[in-house]
Structures are given as C-alpha cells and as structure tokens.
C-alpha cells in the first residue's frame, strides 16, 4: 500500500490528523497546509523544536505596529491584561478548532488598530472581514471591557487605560508573529497560549483533521 497522499512512497508515519500512516516528505510537506495537525503530535512538535532552533530575529521594520514603542515595565503593570486577552483566545479555540495563527493576527491587528485610534481622542473600529477572525476580535473586544468593569468595581486596582490596551495588544502581536511560521494551518502561537495558561486551554478533538478542497 502507498501513502494516501502521494500514492508513490511508502507511509511511515502514523498521522493523527488523517487518521492512518502517510510518508514521511507528504508529512513535512503537508504538516499545516492540507493537514490539520493536532498540537500534540509527535512530528509537528519535533518540527517546532527544529523551527526554534533556527528562529532568527524579525526584523524591525516587519513587526506588527513598528512605530509603537512599548513602555518599560508595562507587561509587569498588565499581566491581567495579557491573562485577559490570552484565555478569550484559548476559550474561542474551545468553539472554533479550526482556529488558526493567521485568524487570531487579524483580530490582534484590528484590535491595536481601535485602540491606536481611541488613544488619539477619535471612535473608529473596523473589525475583519469575517469569520473565525471577525468573531474572535468581538470577544477580545468585550473581554478588555469586562475587565475594566472589574478593575472599576475593585477600587484598588490600576483600570487598564486605552494605551495599555495597545500596548498590550501589539505585544501579543508581535509575539504571534515572531513564533508562526506562516503556514495557513499554523498555530504555533495557540500552542504557545496553551503552554501559558494551561487552565484555559480546550481539549484536542479526537477526530481526524484533514482539510478537504
């Protein structure tokens, strides 16, 4: 019997995503692009160890909001903030499983872009296009809200102010796009979510992945 995909070489590996064994060059070919990897198989984490070992710097100019400079220590003043926004995501994973790297960029990206705009005085939101994205952005959106509301009610505590929200915001951002490495089916960051905060990280489907055309 030949690999499923290719109908040429022998399989080799069992792959969780399709649910029966496939060559080893259709697995690496294929990891992230037709097939849905799940984030604990054993070959996408032995391509994530190689992936970090040879990450190399982005560069300046290609990270999201280059012009946003972000203040000593405001990590340290928002960790509920970043708590906030990373476990919204984590908890949108548990509804769209299909969720990926590119679609939680887009929602970050509209994200900075509001609260850029309401730091400078002015009320403008364009959300994406659609889907997965457009519907992650809304509950971002809502999470800062309901956290604020929180903070307000617990006098003791910093609110979150609109800059901090960008800051925040980009920083996530950047940090997606330092670990993704651009397959569409990537969700190196998730995984990353995953690992920082375990709590509210969903269960893997045990069901087969395969993105059909």
Same mark, same amino acid.
């Given at each position: 019997?030949?690999?499923?995909?290719?109908?040429?070489?022998?399989?080799?590996?069992?792959?969780? !995503?399709?649910?029966?064994?496939?060559?080893?060059?259709?697995?690496?070919? $294929?990891?992230?692009?037709?097939?849905?990897?799940?984030?604990?198989?054993?070959?996408?984490?032995?391509?994530?160890?190689?992936? &970090?070992?040879?990450?190399?710097?982005?560069? #300046?100019?290609?990270?999201?909001?280059?012009?946003?400079?972000? #203040?000593?220590?405001?990590?340290?003043?928002?960790?509920?903030?970043? *708590?906030?926004?990373?476990?919204?995501?984590?908890?949108?994973?548990?509804?769209?499983?299909?969720?990926?790297?590119?679609?939680?960029? *887009?929602?970050?990206?509209?994200?900075?872009?509001?609260?850029?705009?309401?730091?400078?005085?002015?009320?403008?939101?364009?959300?994406?296009?659609?889907?997965?994205?457009? $519907?992650?952005? !809304?509950?971002?959106?809502?999470?800062?809200? $309901?956290?604020?509301?929180?903070?307000?009610?617990?006098?003791?505590?910093?609110?979150?102010?609109?800059?901090?929200?960008?800051?925040?915001?980009?920083?996530?951002?950047?940090?997606?796009?330092?670990?993704?490495?651009?397959?569409?089916?990537?969700? *190196?960051?998730?995984?990353?979510?995953?690992?920082?905060?375990?709590?509210?990280?969903?269960? &893997?489907?045990?069901?087969?992945?395969?993105?059909?055309?």
């Amino acid at each position: 019997m030949n690999c499923p995909i290719c109908d040429r070489r022998k399989p080799a590996r069992q792959c969780p !995503a399709r649910g029966d064994a496939i060559c080893t060059i259709c697995c690496g070919q $294929e990891r992230e692009l037709s097939l849905d990897c799940p984030h604990d198989c054993i070959y996408l984490l032995r391509a994530r160890e190689q992936e &970090e070992a040879h990450r190399q710097s982005v560069p #300046p100019g290609e990270l999201p909001f280059p012009g946003v400079v972000l #203040p000593t220590g405001v990590l340290d003043l928002n960790r509920a903030l970043v *708590a906030a926004l990373g476990t919204t995501i984590l908890g949108f994973l548990a509804e769209a499983p299909r969720l990926n790297d590119a679609d939680v960029a *887009a929602s970050l990206h509209a994200l900075a872009e509001t609260y850029r705009t309401l730091t400078s005085g002015l009320i403008y939101e364009k959300p994406p296009q659609g889907g997965p994205a457009r $519907e992650l952005y !809304a509950k971002l959106r809502d999470a800062v809200q $309901e956290l604020k509301k929180e903070q307000l009610a617990r006098a003791a505590l910093p609110v979150a102010k609109d800059s901090d929200v960008l800051y925040i915001t980009v920083f996530l951002a950047r940090v997606l796009r330092a670990r993704s490495n651009g397959r569409p089916r990537c969700r *190196a960051f998730l995984d990353f979510l995953r690992a920082q905060f375990p709590q509210a990280a969903p269960a &893997e489907r045990d069901a087969p992945r395969i993105i059909v055309p």
